[in-house]
T-cell receptor, first 110, second 114 residues
Framework: SQQGEEDPQALSIQEGENATMNCSYKTSINNLQWYRQNSGRGLVHLIL?????REKHSGRLRVTLDTSKKSSSLLITASRAADTASYFCASGGSNYKLTFGKGTLLTVNP | SAVISQKPSRDICQRGTSLTIQCQVD?????MFWYRQQPGQSLTLIATANQGSEATYESGFVIDKFPISRPNLTFSTLTVSNMSPEDSSIYLCSVDSGNPDTQYFGPGTRLTVL
C-alpha cells in the first residue's frame, strides 16, 4: 500500500513568509492531493494534481509533483495566521481510496 | 460541495461499551468512507461503505469491531464495539465529491475511552 511521508513534521514561520511542505509516496498514483486540518477537526481539500501534471496553482497555493522521485511539494505564499493548521498529502489510486501522509503542523506567528 | 455532519461531535465512554457514530450528507453520494485518526497521527481508512452492499474493510479492521450501516445514499453509521482506551481517536466520515478522487470530510467525532 502507499504511504505518504511529509517533511518537515512541524514548521513555524512568521506571517508574510512562505511555507514549503514536502511529501513522498511509494507506489504509482493517479493523483496527489493536499488537505488542511484545523485543530483536530475535519479535513478541507486544498488542491489536487494529477500524475501527468507537474505544477498547479490555486490562489496562494502552489503544488508540484515529481513522479520520477515520487514526491510533491506544497508552497503557501504570503502566509497568514489563519493558515495555522496541519497539512496532509494524500495519494489517490484507481479505486477512489486515499492514502494519507503523516502531516506537517504549520504554525504562522503574527 | 457536500455538507457533512457527524453525531456526536465528541464523547467519553467507558471500556467495554459501544458507540455508534452517525454521518449525514446533504446530498446523495455513491461512496462514503470512514477513517480513524489516532492522537497526533494521520488518517487511516477503516472501510468503504456503499449503499446496498456490505462495507469493504481495510487490512487490520474487522466488521465485528467496526460494524457499518449504509441504509441510503445520504446516511451511514459506524459503531465502535467493545471499546478499549486504544480506540480513543477522532473518527471521520467522508464522501466522494463527484469530481474524480476528491473527498469531502465531516467535522469528526472525538472519542475518548476511559
Amino acid at each position: 500500500s502507499q504511504q505518504g511521508e511529509e517533511d518537515p513534521q512541524a514548521l513555524s514561520i512568521q506571517e508574510g513568509e512562505n511555507a514549503t511542505m514536502n511529501c513522498s509516496y511509494k507506489t504509482s498514483i493517479n493523483n496527489l492531493q493536499w488537505y488542511r486540518q484545523n485543530s483536530g477537526r475535519g479535513l478541507v481539500h486544498l488542491i489536487l494534481i494529477r500524475s501527468n501534471e507537474r505544477e498547479k496553482h490555486s490562489g496562494r497555493l502552489r503544488v508540484t509533483l515529481d513522479t520520477s522521485k515520487k514526491s510533491s511539494s506544497l508552497l503557501i505564499t504570503a502566509s497568514r495566521a489563519a493558515d495555522t493548521a496541519s497539512y496532509f498529502c494524500a495519494s489517490g489510486g484507481s479505486n477512489y481510496k486515499l492514502t494519507f501522509g503523516k502531516g506537517t503542523l504549520l504554525t504562522v506567528n503574527p | 460541495s457536500a455538507v457533512i455532519s457527524q453525531k456526536p461531535s465528541r464523547d467519553i465512554c467507558q471500556r467495554g461499551t459501544s458507540l455508534t457514530i452517525q454521518c449525514q450528507v446533504d446530498s446523495q453520494v455513491t461512496m462514503m468512507f470512514w477513517y480513524r485518526q489516532q492522537p497526533g497521527q494521520s488518517l487511516t481508512l477503516i472501510a468503504t461503505a456503499n449503499q446496498g452492499s456490505e462495507a469493504t474493510y481495510e487490512s487490520g479492521f474487522v466488521i465485528d469491531k467496526f460494524p457499518i450501516s449504509r441504509p441510503n445514499l445520504t446516511f451511514s453509521t459506524l459503531t465502535v464495539s467493545n471499546m478499549s482506551p486504544e480506540d480513543s481517536s477522532i473518527y471521520l466520515c467522508s464522501v466522494d465529491s463527484g469530481n474524480p478522487d476528491t473527498q469531502y470530510f465531516g467535522p469528526g467525532t472525538r472519542l475518548t475511552v476511559l
